[in-house]
C-alpha cells in the first residue's frame, strides 16, 4: 500500500505527474513510480529495444481517430500519412474508416501494403515525379491533387482512364498563428493562386484534358492552427471560387478538400483546436457560402495528421552525462537528439519531457536536455523541470513525439534511425526495427 492509498487527500493535492491532453490516454504509474503507456513500463521498453526508441500508443492513435469520426460527422477524414505511417499504422487508420493522403511513391507503398483501399486514397506532393503519378493511377488512386502545371500535362498523358483530381489553391489566408506555420498565402511554393487568375488558368488545362475528371478543390491554410474560425473564411473563399468555375465552365465541383492543420499542446499553456467547435464553423461557412453562391452543398474533407498520431507518441532517451555550468544551465546530454527529432532546430518547437524509470523525489531543477550530435543547437528541449538528482543511467519519456519524428529522422552523424515500438493492453511490438550501422554500409558503394 502506497503513501497515496493510505491519505487519498494527498493525492488531490499533489500535482499531477502528467497532464492527459499531452501525455498518450493510457500513460499512468505502477506502484514503483515507473512511467507506463499501453500498460507497459516505458523503462523495460528502453531496456529491451535500447534507447532512442520511439513508442507509439495504438489505443491513442485509434482513440482519436474515434473522435474524429464521431466529432466531425458528414465530413470525410483522410489521415495525413506524412506525420506518421507505416504498414500497421496505415491498418490502424483503414480500421478506424479513415482515407489516408500520401506525399511520396513510398507512403503510396507502405499504405497499400497496410490494406489500405486505393480509392480511399488522396496522393499529394508539390513535386510529385512521372513514376509517381503512374504509380499512383495504376493502384486506382481514388484522388490525385494537382499543385503544378507540369502535372496536369503529366497526368493528362499518363493515365490510362478517367482520373478523379482536385486543385490545390491558395486562399491567400495569413494565419499569424503562434508556433504556426502558414501554407495558405500566395508567396509560398504551394497549388494555385486565386490572385492574377493562376487557378483560373490551371482550372482550364484540366478542363482541357477529357482523361481528368476535375471534382473539386484542395487547399491548406497552414500548422498547428487553433482558431477554427480561419478554417471558415478558407471555405468561404474557397466556395466563391467553385462557383466562378460553374459560370465560367458550367462545371459544378462537387468536393472541397480543407486540410488539416489542427494544433495539439505539446507543453502545458498550448492551445488546440476544438472539433466540436470546428464542426460549427464548418457548417455554418458551407451553409453561409453556398448560399450566397447559389450553389449547391459540396462534400466537405479533413485531412488531420499531427491531431490523431502526435499524442500517440513518446520518445525514449537515456541520460548519458550531466553538466552543470557556474551561473549558467543544467545540461543533460541523451543518446539522441536532431536525427530522430529535427523539429527544435526547425521551428523552436517545445516539448514535455519526464523521468521515466523512477518516481521523482525531492527538489526539482530547470534542465536542458541536450543532443548527441556535434551541433551547439541540438537539444530536445530547454529548461524543462526534471528531478535535481537526474543521473546517468535515468530514461527519460518526450511526450508528443508521433508526429513528424519517425517520418523526418535522418542519418546525421551516421547514427542509426530508431525503433518504432507499439504499446497495447501491456504488450510492446516492433513496427519497425532499429537501423544498424550494417544497414548504413549497405547503401555506401564506394
Not at 513510398?106 to 489500405?116: K, Q, R, T
Request: proline letters at 5%; one cysteine or more.
Amino acid at each position: 500500500m502506497t503513501l497515496l492509498d493510505m491519505l487519498p487527500s494527498l493525492g488531490q493535492a499533489a500535482p499531477r505527474r502528467f497532464d492527459s491532453r499531452i501525455w498518450p490516454v493510457t500513460t499512468q504509474s505502477d506502484e514503483q513510480g515507473r512511467l507506463c503507456v499501453g500498460g507497459v513500463p516505458l523503462a523495460d521498453i528502453a531496456d529491451e529495444f535500447g534507447t532512442p526508441t520511439y513508442v507509439v500508443d495504438e489505443a491513442d492513435f485509434r482513440h482519436r481517430a474515434r473522435r474524429y469520426r464521431r466529432a466531425l460527422r458528414g465530413i470525410d477524414v483522410i489521415y495525413a500519412g506524412k506525420s506518421l505511417l507505416t504498414t500497421a499504422v496505415a491498418r490502424w487508420a483503414r480500421e478506424e474508416g479513415l482515407g489516408v493522403d500520401v506525399c511520396s511513391g513510398g507512403e503510396l507503398a507502405v499504405a497499400l501494403a497496410g490494406g489500405v483501399d486505393p480509392a480511399r486514397l488522396v496522393v499529394h506532393g508539390n513535386a510529385k515525379s512521372p513514376d509517381e503519378l503512374r504509380d499512383a493511377v495504376r493502384v486506382g488512386a481514388g484522388r490525385i491533387v494537382l499543385d503544378s502545371c507540369i502535372e496536369i500535362a503529366y497526368l493528362a498523358g499518363l493515365a490510362p482512364r478517367r482520373q478523379p483530381v482536385l486543385l490545390r489553391v491558395t486562399p491567400d489566408l495569413d494565419i499569424h498563428g503562434h508556433r504556426a506555420v502558414t501554407t495558405g498565402v500566395s508567396d509560398q511554393k504551394f497549388g494555385f493562386t486565386l490572385d492574377g487568375d493562376h487557378a483560373a488558368d490551371a482550372v482550364n488545362r484540366v478542363l482541357a484534358h477529357p482523361i481528368l475528371d476535375l471534382v473539386g478543390l484542395h487547399c491548406h491554410i497552414g500548422s498547428q492552427v487553433t482558431d477554427a474560425a480561419l478554417y471558415g473564411e478558407a471555405i468561404r473563399r474557397m466556395v466563391a471560387a467553385m462557383a466562378d468555375v460553374r459560370v465560367r465552365h458550367g462545371v459544378i465541383l462537387t468536393e472541397l478538400n480543407i486540410g488539416g492543420g489542427h494544433a495539439i499542446p505539446y507543453a502545458a499553456g498550448d492551445g488546440e483546436l476544438n472539433l466540436d467547435e470546428l464542426r460549427r464553423v464548418v457548417e455554418s461557412a458551407v451553409d453561409e457560402a453556398c448560399a450566397a453562391e447559389r450553389f449547391p452543398r459540396p462534400r466537405i474533407v479533413v485531412e488531420p495528421g499531427r491531431a490523431i498520431s502526435g499524442r500517440a507518441g513518446v520518445t525514449l532517451y537515456r541520460v548519458c552525462s550531466v553538466k552543470m555550468r557556474p551561473g549558467g544551465r543544467t545540461f543533460a546530454a541523451v543518446d539522441g537528439g536532431m536525427s530522430d527529432n529535427p523539429r527544435v532546430s526547425l521551428y523552436g518547437a517545445q516539448y514535455t519531457v519526464a523521468l521515466a524509470n523512477r518516481h521523482p523525489v525531492g527538489p526539482r531543477q530547470r534542465v536542458t536536455v541536450a543532443g548527441r550530435h556535434c551541433e551547439a543547437g541540438d537539444e530536445i528541449a530547454r529548461d524543462v523541470e526534471l528531478p535535481a538528482d537526474v543521473r546517468p543511467g535515468d530514461v527519460l519519456a518526450v511526450a508528443c513525439t508521433g508526429a513528424y519524428h519517425h517520418s523526418m529522422a535522418s542519418n546525421y552523424n551516421m547514427v542509426g534511425r530508431p525503433p518504432l515500438v507499439a504499446v497495447r493492453d501491456g504488450r510492446a511490438r516492433a513496427l519497425v526495427r532499429r537501423e544498424t550501422t550494417a544497414d548504413l554500409l549497405l547503401r555506401d558503394c564506394g
